[in-house]
């Protein structure tokens, strides 16, 4: 259903397990299941601007953008961990997913997209006709 196009996802993984720390940062992390006839996808977007929040959808790739807020230049960090600027990324979606009918909404520093499974991706039952058999009079 989401094909992944990050051909370095699982070097960063083998990194993160042999040296303990990940290669690169995980800005927007995600999990995505199915759930009947939906597909939910959950990114972590805590402390961005929720009005910085866009999403597109051309063909069958959506892509997130959002925005943290930079740090006030007042402020005398002591330490400054949390990525800031603008953050985007891409969900490749399988051709059984209906991107004409993708719900999200953001919560709790959570960003949620439902994407429903197309009509004619789903299993469906098949009736078989059966001619009548034409009757004859049987003389005798």
């Keep these: 259903m989401l094909m992944?196009?990050?051909?370095?996802?699982?070097?960063?993984?083998?990194?993160q397990q042999v040296f303990g720390t990940a290669a690169r940062p995980a800005v927007m992390p995600m999990d995505a299941w199915r759930d009947g006839d939906e597909f939910l996808v959950e990114l972590d977007l805590p402390g961005i601007d929720p009005d910085s929040l866009d999403l597109d959808v051309e063909r069958n790739?959506?892509?997130v953008r959002a925005t943290r807020p930079e740090l006030d230049s007042d402020r005398s960090m002591i330490?400054?961990?949390?990525?800031?600027?603008?953050?985007?990324?891409?969900?490749?979606l399988g051709e059984s997913l209906d991107t004409e009918r993708i719900r999200a909404d953001y919560r709790d520093g959570v960003l949620r997209l439902v994407i429903p499974i197309a009509e004619?991706?789903?299993?469906r039952?098949?009736?078989v006709a059966r001619p009548e058999r034409e009757r004859q009079a049987i003389n005798a």
């Design 125 to 127: 039952k098949i009736e």
């Design 79 to 92: 330490a400054a961990e949390r990525s800031r600027g603008v953050f985007s990324r891409q969900l490749f």
């Design 4 to 15: 992944r196009a990050d051909p370095f996802r699982d070097l960063d993984r083998w990194t």
């Design 120 to 123: 004619q991706a789903k299993p």
């Design 61 to 63: 790739v959506v892509t």
